[in-house]
T-cell receptor
Framework: RKEVEQDPGPFNVPEGATVAFNCTYS??????FFWYRQDCRKEPKLLMS???SGNEDGRFTAQLNRASQYISLLIRDSKLSDSATYLC??????????????FGQGTILTVHP | GAVVSQHPSRVICKSGTSVKIECRSL??????MFWYRQFPKKSLMLMAT?????????EQGVEKDKFLINHASLTLSTLTVTSAHPEDSSFYIC?????????????FGPGTRLLVL
């Protein structure tokens, strides 16, 4: 079983649509959770951290369910510029560094006019 | 946000040669740097973690003698792919974290695309 699993998509949605991505992780001791976006042939960029209480940043809402080991990202009112690959990222448990990140394979989103 | 640069951005080399990739933190001290590799349509895979002044810790399945990592200063880490072969062709990305950057946040370099012929 992969440590972090995502539906690879692709998701093709019209502008203005609402789209949701799901992610599950296998290590129950994982500490931190993130969504990154990666544009084609570019490095990943942090979109938002994910907290147990849920958090929102503009059109983006992230949710975490530790009991189910499940993370979600909701994008409302999709824009053309939202087209990218969305990466679910989990902090690897263990060690002294917060930075041992494990990446999901990514979910491809294409927003069309 | 904090800035990490990588050089070169792209390299093409012949099989058997060695390639060095530099990763620099420009406005913070990267006490820890990470090296990732990403094959087409795959996720980023952590190769190794390096702390300034000490030996890198390699992930399972990554050959430490093939992928030499040096982190001699708080702003520079290098990855040398020794005796590169076509199967080493990939997108190599570094990231850094440390004082001056937001805690628990990694800052990624723009990546180096390696093609071994």
């Amino acid at each position: 079983r992969k440590e972090v699993e995502q539906d690879p998509g692709p998701f093709n949605v019209p502008e203005g649509a609402t789209v949701a991505f799901n992610c599950t992780y296998s290590n129950s001791a994982s500490q931190s959770f993130f969504w990154y976006r990666q544009d084609c042939r570019k490095e990943p960029k942090l979109l938002m951290s994910v907290y147990s209480s849920g958090n929102e940043d503009g059109r983006f809402t992230a949710q975490l369910n530790r009991a189910s080991q499940y993370i979600s990202l909701l994008i409302r009112d999709s824009k053309l510029s939202d087209s990218a690959t969305y990466l679910c990222v989990v902090n690897k448990a263990g060690g002294t560094s917060y930075g041992k990140l494990t990446f999901g394979q990514g979910t491809i989103l294409t927003v069309h006019p | 946000g904090a800035v990490v640069s990588q050089h070169p951005s792209r390299v093409i080399c012949k099989s058997g040669t060695s390639v060095k990739i530099e990763c620099r933190s420009l406005d913070f001290q990267a006490t820890t740097m990470f090296w990732y590799r990403q094959f087409p349509k795959k996720s980023l895979m952590l190769m190794a973690t390096s702390n300034e002044g000490s030996k890198a810790t390699y992930e399972q399945g990554v050959e430490k003698d093939k992928f030499l990592i040096n982190h001699a200063s708080l702003t520079l880490s290098t990855l040398t792919v020794t005796s590169a072969h076509p199967e080493d062709s990939s997108f190599y990305i570094c990231s850094g974290e440390g004082p001056g950057a937001i805690q628990e946040t990694q800052y990624f370099g723009p990546g180096t695309r390696l093609l071994v012929l």
